[in-house]
């Protein structure tokens, strides 16, 4: 089992920038791929970002050029960077750890963190 927590969220202007931090613990040798996902009040939980253990990093479109996703292996801990917030980035962002156990795949989300892009 691994254990997911987001924090960084927090009440930002438009075009301003944030910083999110997903922090695992547990069995994080079996992770291998992280990822941001996002969902605004009333509408279905979307994808942002995902980085694998390789270090090979996906965009989605509204993110692409804006948004850089990382991680510290060490610290096993994955960081959404955002820039040029827009009002429609705001929601709950969660984040998603992607183990695979003895050919199994197994999914873990955190409980998400709240950004609200706001003037």
């Known amino acids: 089992q691994v254990q997911v927590m987001e924090s960084g969220g927090g009440l930002v202007q438009p075009g301003g920038s944030l910083r999110l931090a997903c922090a695992t613990s547990g069995n994080t040798f079996s992770i291998v791929a992280m990822g941001w996902y996002r969902q605004a009040p009333g509408t279905q939980r979307e994808f942002v970002a995902t980085i694998t253990d390789r270090g090979t990093t996906t965009y989605s479109a509204s993110a692409q050029g804006r948004f850089t996703v990382s991680r510290d292996n060490a610290k096993n801990t994955m960081f959404l960077q955002m820039n040029s917030l827009r009002f429609e980035d705001t929601g709950a962002y969660y984040c998603?750890?992607?183990?695979?156990?003895?050919?199994?795949?197994?999914?873990?989300w955190g409980q998400g963190t709240q950004v609200t892009v706001s003037s």
């Open positions: 998603k750890a992607e183990r695979m156990e003895y050919g199994v795949r197994y999914d873990n």
